[in-house]
RNA sequence: GGUCGUAUAGCUCAGUUGGUUAGAGCGUUCGAUUCACAUUCGAAAGGUCUCUGGUUCGAAUCCAGAUACGACCACCA
């Protein structure tokens, strides 16, 4: 044996395991189903600690159960991650100077495809090399036919229960990015920006005027009211008076209405329905116009006169030169601080923008699934989250599912041309041009045909007929452009994995233990829950479990500006894949963060070598049988086994990890290597018993340090099973 | 503003559900090497368990309040 634990072998151990079809379970009738669904990684991105930190505990409970005798099933897959790989893809188009409006949405759909599956085996890989013993031939890509399918045919079901609905709503739309977000995906920044009073001439006393506070005044010229606070006794006499639009002239009554602060600014609001969700509210209350200022390209519509065509900071600037020269501007406050909605991907200035989209009715969702959880039929594990998660069902907003990328899945929507000629295409015609405009005129010039195929984008009126289907259900029909959410499909994903396979579903399902990292708490273990509840009316796992972040060692969240970012197979490559498994599990808890440093890592990868080298005292040390004195210190040890036995079990099936990770740690260390060693050395003890000992302790280890235990327990001469992988439980 | 969480050794964290003397990893100090392991071993220093009050025979643990820090959500014309 080599004097110390050599981690480059992890491959080969890997490899037997593989080939022991181990990791794939039976479906036999008396074993206890055990199942965990991998929370899908980004198909296209290499491992972070984060994953490394899912693929211990996962794989933790995946051998623990499947040396407990049960059918354990961990289910793999990656996710396309539409925004993200998309976002991603964008960046490299932009390096060959070109964009994704070079192409039509079937060629770019195509380029992602081809980009991500040259990617994709890097996270597999990975995972394998951190020991992962998933059952690789259940593997499902979010994207596969058949995964589609399903997504469709869920589709189809919310809308035949009169769940989904399409209706303009604002959105919060990227300019550059090109898509709208959900509330989720919108991040709020502190910025320092002017805020401007704005003065609007009283009509019929021009030479009085009423102040507004704003930092937005490029969509000025589509205003058409003011607001003031019924119950603002200041300002009460301004309702019903009629001032001048500082840019255009036109007439705007000044309303009322309650959700105006008297307080804040100057108690007076200009009210933009059409690109802001508080005006949005008061527009649809009042009945008033709702006039587009901004296109979805981020530049004025050609209704703002000599500023037409200018992008919104642009027109701003030149707004607020145009006001200030003729008198409007009272005064302007230039530290202004505020916090704006920005893009969580590309953090530009997220425009609210009215946009027909896909809704989803949210509330007969949330309602079974708060119940499950107040019945326990679903327990959540990490600190606090359990009321998170339920305060999010309580106050969840319908979810728009909508999205304006080609990188996902496409909305099997169908609008047929003849009753919607006003839908307005961009598409790239034969000759290589971009052409834009309204179906019903350009099919004066362009055979249907020649539009599908070289489709970028549609938007088809809120008032637009549609049919669902998941094939074109007919001629002269188009197909909506938008694809899903990602989180739409993969709320499906436990049901839908186990669903895609004969026989999976019923054995299966519902499936043991979700556990992810509690920041997708919201997008994804929520969704599950909502989406899994209706398409199977169980929930979808009896146990959520939820690890924290990880973070340095000073606590500082992992980033690439910081340049703190630990690649975890670098730490594998150093210290074995067991070291870094034992020190992301060991005494951490579910639910609060973790701070993980290499000195951490080397310290377990010195537990790992420990292991080895006990192994080696008992495979290479004295074979003679110590002649006892008495019987008694043997019967200690072997008590003492049983209990440790009995306590490990109890910590792993109670799901505490970090606690059983530590026993075992401190037992191994400190009572059988310090104490049960030196009792052989010294004649008390039999060789028997040390031997033993020993194998129960690398069966209660193995699932935390799969490799070295392995790798010892090889170096055994006598084996119950081939490898350790399939070996049982110890029982008490 | 709302919801939630955290506070334990120099640093990073556990603490098995209220029970002797509160633990680990890393770090520090002193000592040890032909012995399974220097990726080791032995020894040591290091804690008013944030503060105040309460419940209890008994509190790091339960309750109330204070302070500090953190997360998420809402909102800022």
Same mark, same amino acid.
């Given at each position: 044996?080599?004097?110390?634990?050599?981690?480059?072998?992890?491959?080969?151990?890997?490899?037997?395991?593989?080939?022991?079809?181990?990791?794939?379970?039976?479906?036999?009738?008396?074993?206890?189903?055990?199942?965990?669904?991998?929370?899908?990684?980004?198909?296209?991105?290499?491992?972070?600690?984060?994953?490394?930190?899912?693929?211990?505990?996962?794989?933790?409970?995946?051998?623990?159960?499947?040396?407990?005798?049960?059918?354990?099933?961990?289910?793999?897959?990656?996710?396309?991650?539409?925004?993200?790989?998309?976002?991603?893809?964008?960046?490299?188009?932009?390096?060959?100077?070109?964009?994704?409006?070079?192409?039509?949405?079937?060629?770019?759909?195509?380029?992602?495809?081809?980009?991500?599956?040259?990617?994709?085996?890097?996270?597999?890989?990975?995972?394998?090399?951190?020991?992962?013993?998933?059952?690789?031939?259940?593997?499902?890509?979010?994207?596969?036919?058949? =995964?589609?399918?399903?997504?469709?045919?869920?589709?189809?079901?919310?809308?035949?229960?009169?769940?989904?609905?399409?209706?303009?709503?604002?959105?919060?739309?990227?300019?550059?990015?090109?898509?709208?977000?959900?509330?989720?995906?919108?991040?709020?920044?502190?910025?320092?920006?002017?805020?401007?009073?704005?003065?609007?001439?009283?009509?019929?006393?021009?030479?009085?005027?009423?102040?507004?506070?704003?930092?937005?005044?490029?969509?000025?010229?589509?205003?058409?009211?003011?607001?003031?606070?019924?119950?603002?006794?200041?300002?009460?006499?301004?309702?019903?008076?009629?001032?001048?639009?500082?840019?255009?002239?036109?007439?705007?009554?000044?309303?009322?209405?309650?959700?105006?602060?008297?307080?804040?600014?100057?108690?007076?609001?200009?009210?933009?329905?059409?690109?802001?969700?508080?005006?949005?509210?008061?527009?649809?209350?009042?009945?008033?116009?709702?006039?587009?200022?901004?296109?979805?390209?981020?530049?004025?519509?050609?209704?703002?006169?000599?500023?037409?065509?200018?992008?919104?900071?642009?027109?701003?600037?030149?707004?607020?030169?145009?006001?200030?020269?003729?008198?409007?501007?009272?005064?302007?406050?230039?530290?202004?601080?505020?916090?704006?909605?920005?893009?969580?991907?590309?953090?530009?200035?997220?425009?609210?923008?009215?946009?027909?989209?896909?809704?989803?009715?949210?509330?007969?969702?949330?309602?079974?699934?708060?119940?499950?959880?107040?019945?326990?039929?679903?327990?959540?594990?990490?600190?606090?989250?359990?009321?998170?998660?339920?305060?999010?069902?309580?106050?969840?907003?319908?979810?728009?599912?909508?999205?304006?990328?080609?990188?996902?899945?496409?909305?099997?929507?169908?609008?047929?041309?003849?009753?919607?000629?006003?839908?307005?295409?961009?598409?790239?015609?034969?000759?290589?041009?971009?052409?834009?405009?309204?179906?019903?005129?350009?099919?004066?010039?362009?055979?249907?045909?020649?539009?599908?195929?070289?489709?970028?984008?549609?938007?088809?009126?809120?008032?637009?007929?549609?049919?669902?289907?998941?094939?074109?259900?007919?001629?002269?029909?188009?197909?909506?452009?938008?694809?899903?959410?990602?989180?739409?499909?993969?709320?499906?994903?436990?049901?839908?994995?186990?669903?895609?396979?004969?026989?999976?579903?019923?054995?299966?399902?519902?499936?043991?233990?979700?556990?992810?990292?509690?920041?997708?708490?919201?997008?994804?273990?929520?969704?599950?829950?909502?989406?899994?509840?209706?398409?199977?009316?169980?929930?979808?796992?009896?146990?959520?479990?939820?690890?924290?972040?990880?973070?340095?060692?000073?606590?500082?969240?992992?980033?690439?500006?910081?340049?703190?970012?630990?690649?975890?197979?670098?730490?594998?490559?150093?210290?074995?894949?067991?070291?870094?498994?034992?020190?992301?599990?060991?005494?951490?808890?579910?639910?609060?963060?973790?701070?993980?440093?290499?000195?951490?890592?080397?310290?377990?990868?010195?537990?790992?070598?420990?292991?080895?080298?006990?192994?080696?005292?008992? =495979?290479?040390?004295?074979?003679?049988?110590?002649?006892?004195?008495?019987?008694?210190?043997?019967?200690?040890?072997?008590?003492?086994?049983?209990?440790?036995?009995?306590?490990?079990?109890?910590?792993?099936?109670?799901?505490?990890?970090?606690?059983?990770?530590?026993?075992?740690?401190?037992?191994?260390?400190?009572?059988?290597?310090?104490?049960?060693?030196?009792?052989?050395?010294?004649?008390?003890?039999?060789?028997?018993?040390?031997?033993?000992?020993?194998?129960?302790?690398?069966?209660?280890?193995?699932?935390?340090?799969?490799?070295?235990?392995?790798?010892?327990?090889?170096?055994?001469?006598?084996?119950?099973?081939?490898?350790?992988?399939?070996?049982?439980?110890?029982?008490?």
């Amino acid at each position: 044996m080599e004097k110390a634990y050599n981690q480059a072998h992890e491959t080969d151990i890997y490899q037997k395991w593989e080939e022991s079809k181990s990791f794939t379970p039976e479906k036999d009738p008396n074993k206890k189903p055990f199942t965990i669904i991998m929370p899908p990684p980004n198909a296209n991105d290499p491992l972070h600690v984060g994953h490394a930190m899912f693929v211990s505990v996962e794989d933790i409970l995946i051998r623990y159960h499947r040396m407990k005798g049960d059918a354990a099933l961990w289910l793999p897959g990656t996710d396309h991650a539409g925004i993200e790989t998309q976002f991603v893809f964008e960046k490299k188009l932009a390096k060959d100077g070109k964009s994704r409006f070079d192409f039509d949405r079937e060629t770019l759909f195509a380029k992602i495809w081809e980009y991500v599956q040259d990617n994709s085996g890097v996270a597999v890989a990975q995972m394998k090399r951190l020991g992962a013993s998933a059952d690789w031939d259940r593997f499902t890509f979010t994207l596969d036919p058949n =995964v589609v399918t399903f997504v469709y045919n869920t589709f189809e079901r919310l809308h035949k229960d009169n769940l989904v609905y399409r209706a303009e709503k604002l959105v919060n739309y990227c300019v550059k990015c090109g898509t709208g977000y959900s509330e989720l995906e919108v991040e709020y920044e502190e910025r320092i920006d002017p805020l401007y009073y704005v003065k609007y001439p009283i009509k019929d006393s021009p030479s009085e005027f009423v102040t507004v506070a704003t930092v937005r005044p490029e969509p000025l010229f589509a205003d058409t009211h003011l607001a003031v606070n019924p119950k603002d006794k200041k300002r009460k006499h301004l309702v019903g008076v009629t001032v001048l639009n500082p840019l255009t002239g036109a007439e705007m009554p000044i309303i009322a209405d309650e959700f105006v602060d008297p307080a804040f600014g100057t108690g007076v609001v200009k009210l933009t329905p059409a690109h802001d969700a508080n005006d949005w509210a008061v527009a649809e209350k009042h009945n008033l116009p709702r006039n587009v200022a901004i296109t979805m390209q981020g530049k004025l519509t050609d209704k703002a006169g000599q500023f037409a065509g200018l992008r919104v900071l642009e027109a701003r600037k030149q707004i607020v030169a145009f006001l200030t020269t003729n008198g409007f501007i009272e005064k302007v406050d230039e530290k202004y601080s505020h916090r704006i909605a920005t893009c969580y991907r590309c953090h530009s200035v997220i425009e609210p923008l009215p946009l027909p989209q896909f809704f989803i009715s949210v509330k007969p969702l949330t309602e079974p699934a708060l119940l499950a959880i107040k019945n326990k039929q679903v327990k959540i594990h990490g600190t606090g989250r359990e009321k998170i998660l339920v305060n999010w069902l309580k106050n969840l907003r319908d979810w728009n599912v909508s999205r304006q990328i080609v990188w996902g899945i496409r909305i099997p929507v169908w609008y047929e041309v003849a009753k919607n000629p006003n839908i307005s295409v961009t598409f790239l015609s034969e000759s290589g041009e971009k052409v834009r405009g309204e179906l019903g005129e350009l099919l004066n010039h362009y055979p249907l045909s020649e539009i599908t195929k070289g489709l970028q984008s549609l938007i088809a009126p809120n008032d637009s007929t549609f049919v669902i289907s998941q094939n074109n259900p007919g001629d002269g029909y188009i197909q909506e452009t938008d694809t899903f959410d990602t989180w739409f499909s993969s709320g499906q994903w436990p049901v839908v994995t186990l669903k895609v396979r004969e026989g999976d579903f019923e054995y299966f399902y519902p499936t043991s233990v979700m556990e992810t990292a509690y920041d997708i708490l919201p997008f994804w273990v929520m969704r599950m829950l909502m989406l899994g509840l209706y398409l199977t009316n169980e929930v979808p796992f009896t146990d959520v479990y939820f690890h924290g972040l990880i973070r340095d060692e000073q606590g500082r969240k992992m980033s690439k500006s910081v340049g703190n970012v630990i690649n975890p197979i670098d730490l594998v490559e150093k210290y074995g894949s067991d070291a870094l498994r034992m020190a992301l599990v060991m005494s951490t808890t579910p639910g609060t963060d973790n701070n993980v440093g290499e000195s951490k890592v080397r310290g377990m990868r010195n537990f790992s070598n420990k292991i080895w080298n006990a192994t080696r005292y008992v =495979v290479e040390g004295s074979k003679e049988e110590p002649v006892l004195a008495s019987k008694l210190r043997d019967e200690e040890v072997l008590t003492h086994i049983s209990e440790i036995v009995d306590t490990a079990t109890k910590m792993l099936d109670s799901l505490k990890l970090g606690l059983a990770a530590e026993y075992l740690y401190q037992e191994f260390w400190r009572w059988y290597c310090d104490q049960v060693i030196e009792m052989h050395k010294k004649g008390e003890i039999t060789t028997k018993t040390l031997t033993r000992a020993l194998h129960t302790f690398l069966n209660l280890l193995h699932p935390f340090a799969p490799y070295v235990t392995e790798a010892s327990y090889q170096q055994l001469s006598d084996k119950k099973t081939p490898l350790l992988i399939t070996a049982s439980w110890p029982v008490k």
